[in-house]
Nanobody, 115 residues
């Protein structure tokens, strides 16, 4: 089993920044994929950004140039730096871990962009 614990969500004004963190624990093996999805009210969960252990990142078109994903493999932690936030970025953000076809999710952290 894998446990994912997110932190860093909150309320921010449009144009502001937030940094999300997700620490994985339990049966962690490499290579793996970690990243972030989000779900706004009334919408399906959507990919934000994912990154394999030793490869480049993938981003949703809506966040390219504003969000940056990074990993600290020694700490089994993935980060999401979110800049130039917009109201449409408001959602619950979920940490994601995948290995050998098994998917794990964090409990989610709320990000609200509002003036």
């Amino acid at each position: 089993q894998v446990q994912l614990v997110e932190s860093g969500g909150g309320l921010v004004q449009p144009g502001g920044s937030l940094r999300l963190s997700c620490a994985a624990s339990g049966s962690i093996f490499r290579p793996n994929v970690m990243g972030w999805y989000r779900q706004a009210p009334g919408n399906e969960r959507e990919l934000v950004s994912i990154m394999a252990t030793s490869s480049s990142a993938s981003y949703a078109d809506s966040v390219k140039g504003r969000f940056t994903i990074s990993r600290d493999n020694a700490k089994n932690t993935v980060y999401l730096q979110m800049n130039s936030l917009k109201a449409e970025d408001t959602a619950v953000y979920y940490c994601y871990y995948r290995r050998l076809g098994d998917d794990y999710w964090g409990q989610g952290t709320q990000v609200t962009v509002s003036s």
